[in-house]
Structure formats: structure tokens, C-alpha cells
């Protein structure tokens, strides 16, 4: 079964995005777990329940289901809260919302099927077979819009072990990613500069706590790929050395501080 909104119908394609960041400004985190589904897909997940172990998931041999044309999809919350926790009424929060933009929504129905969503503006799935025989018959009719221009798709990109979802534009094959996003995604700083109408992105430079030998001491942190880049001079100061640069022999170097030697001294006298 794919999550891939690419395959659905163009018109559902380009809902989604709209959809979805709408959820979003309500609180809503909402995640797509599914959208084509095959032949053996279908008839797969109708054998759950039946004459297969698990809950009955849907009411329909292929090709009655509108997941089978690309009209459909389905969703889970996203927020940390179990997927299908339902305690806050949160899946009918999100189908009053699928209504604004045409979607029905499964828990109208009965019985329910909260997690669903589709467009039927294009007739229900009998009426899909009667008119089109088969799915690829029905794709041949697919056109974009034309309003659009631009598809709006999600996407979900990964940094390390860091994966996140964004909307990005989709144009003959190649995704377009907003340089904020991209930011956000590399845990970069973005700045644009006036003058030179330079936007840079930058290494977000934080101050971590550190305990050595027991004092705290804060150091400067670069944050990549997972790993803290401590600023060299701080951590070794902070280590009780001198830090510095030896330009004869280009190599930084770490110096046991001479009041460290002194007291060394003292003591062993
Ligand atoms: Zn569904």
C-alpha cells in the first residue's frame, strides 16, 4: 500500500496540501497513512478480519473502493498522541475541515470509517467502472488543473536521523523545497541580507552547559549531523589549558596553564 499523494487524482493532489496546513493552523498534526490501492492491496487488506487475522479495515472488494481509483485517502494524528486516539473528537475536527474543500469524509458513514477521506465529485466507484472499466482507463482522463500551474505536494525529506515532512512545489518530476524549510531541516539560521540580497544560512551557534570536574562551565556548540562541535579554545580553557595557534607549525595547541605548573610546584614541595 503506498502513502505516495503523487498518485492520487490531480484535483485530490493538489487538495491535500491546502488541507492539511489548515489542520495544521487548528492544532491538528495530520499524517497520510494511505492512498492507491492495487488489486491485491484491496483485496488483501478485505481478506484482514475475514478470513485473515486482524480488525475488519474495509467494507469493499477491489475495485469498489475509491482508494482503487486514486480518489481516496486516509489519515492518522501525528501530534505524539496515539494514532487513532480519537478521545478529543480529533477525527471529526479534521472531516469538518476535509468538508470546506469537497472531501467526504468515512465517519459519516455507517458504519464509520474515521480515518477516510475522498472526493466523489466524479461518482462513486460504481459508477467509475460502468464509465471507465478500469483504473488506467480513469488516469488517461486525469488532467492537472490548470489554475494551479504548480503541483503542491508532501514530501518527506530526512537529515541524519531527523525526518521531516513539507510541502514542496512539484514541477516535471523536480521538487522545489522553500529555503526556509531547507533551513529548518539542517538546523541552519536564515538570514537575508538587504543590501546584498544574499540569503544566507548559517550554523545555529548555541551555548551548552558542560560539567567539568564538577564546575559548570558553558561552551559554545555547533550542532551537525547530530554531533556537538564544542568551540575548541572554550572546552580546552574550560579543561585547564592554555589554547592557541602555533604559526610555525600551523597546529593549535593545548598547553597545560603555567598556574596549574605553579601550584603543581607548590605542592609537591
Ligand atoms: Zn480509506
Not at 29 to 43: C, G, H, P, Y
Not at 53 to 79: E, L
Not at 167 to 188: F, H, M, P, T
Not at 234 to 243: K, Q, S
Amino acid at each position: 500500500m503506498s502513502r505516495d499523494v503523487t498518485l492520487l487524482h490531480p484535483e485530490v493532489k493538489s487538495i491535500i496540501p491546502k488541507f492539511l496546513e489548515e489542520c495544521k493552523k487548528q492544532g491538528l498534526i495530520v499524517k497520510i497513512t494511505d492512498t492507491l490501492r492495487n488489486k491485491q492491496e484491496q483485496n488483501d487488506l478485505y481478506a484482514q478480519g475475514r478470513t485473515k487475522p486482524g480488525n475488519i479495515v474495509t467494507w469493499v472488494k477491489y475495485p469498489y473502493s475509491n482508494h482503487n481509483w486514486g480518489m481516496a485517502f486516509d489519515v492518522c494524528r501525528d501530534d505524539g498522541r496515539g494514532a487513532y486516539d480519537d478521545s478529543d473528537n480529533w477525527f471529526f475536527k479534521v472531516g469538518e475541515i476535509a468538508k470546506k474543500y469537497d472531501l467526504s469524509w468515512g465517519g459519516d458513514w455507517q458504519p464509520q470509517d474515521k480515518p477516510h477521506f475522498e472526493l466523489t465529485k466524479y461518482g462513486t466507484t460504481s459508477y467509475l467502472v460502468d464509465k471507465y472499466g478500469n483504473f488506467e482507463n480513469f488516469k488517461k482522463t486525469w488532467q492537472q488543473p490548470e489554475e494551479e500551474g504548480y503541483m503542491f505536494i508532501e514530501r518527506n525529506y530526512q537529515y541524519n536521523d531527523k525526518i521531516k515532512s513539507y510541502v514542496v512545489i512539484n514541477e516535471n518530476g523536480e521538487n522545489y523545497i522553500k529555503i526556509r524549510d531547507l533551513a529548518d531541516l539542517l538546523n541552519k539560521n536564515i538570514s537575508y541580507d538587504n543590501d546584498s540580497k544574499i540569503t544566507s544560512l548559517v550554523d545555529i551557534i548555541e551555548e551548552k552547559p558542560i560539567m567539568i570536574n564538577n564546575k559548570e562551565a558553558t561552551i559554545k556548540c555547533i550542532n551537525s549531523g547530530g554531533f556537538n562541535y564544542m568551540n575548541a579554545r572554550e572546552i580546552g580553557e574550560a579543561l585547564g589549558y592554555d589554547v592557541g595557534y602555533n604559526e610555525t607549525i600551523q597546529k593549535i595547541f593545548f598547553k597545560i596553564k603555567k598556574s596549574f605548573i605553579e601550584k603543581l610546584k607548590l605542592f609537591f614541595k
